[in-house]
């Protein structure tokens, strides 16, 4: 069993930077894929970066902006946002997959709660 939480959202100006921390505990994870997610309101659930041994990737919206980063000594990995702009506001959640690398959201098996993300204008 894994557990996720999310912290680090809140409200930004157009323009700043937001850095978001995904803690996880129970099995050791460095072998697996962690990927953040986001939703906003009356919009579908998007990809936004993934990272395990494999590589990362980026979706093209947030490419050259956010970093996604992890420490496998403190089961956590970072999600650093720069540049944001209204289009980035939603809520950001965390998963975890047992497999190395994927892209599909039904093949992460652990999902925080997510934290929001609010870029005004």
């Known amino acids: 069993q894994v557990h996720l939480v999310e912290s680090g959202g809140g409200l930004v100006q157009t323009g700043g930077s937001l850095r978001l921390s995904c803690a996880a505990s129970?099995?050791?994870?460095?072998?697996?894929?962690m990927a953040w997610f986001r939703q906003a309101p009356d919009k579908e659930r998007e990809l936004v970066a993934v990272i395990s041994d494999v590589g990362r990737y980026y979706a093209d919206s947030v490419k050259g902006r956010f970093t996604v980063s992890r420490d496998n000594a403190k089961n956590t990995v970072d999600l650093q946002m720069n540049s944001l702009e209204p289009e980035d506001t939603a809520v950001y959640s965390c998963?975890?997959?047992?497999?190395?690398?994927?892209?599909?959201?039904?093949?992460?098996?652990?999902w925080g709660q997510g934290t929001q993300v609010t870029v005004s204008p």
């Open positions: 129970g099995r050791t994870f460095s072998s697996y894929a």
């Open positions: 998963a975890l997959s047992y497999v190395r690398w994927t892209l599909d959201p039904a093949r992460y098996d652990y």
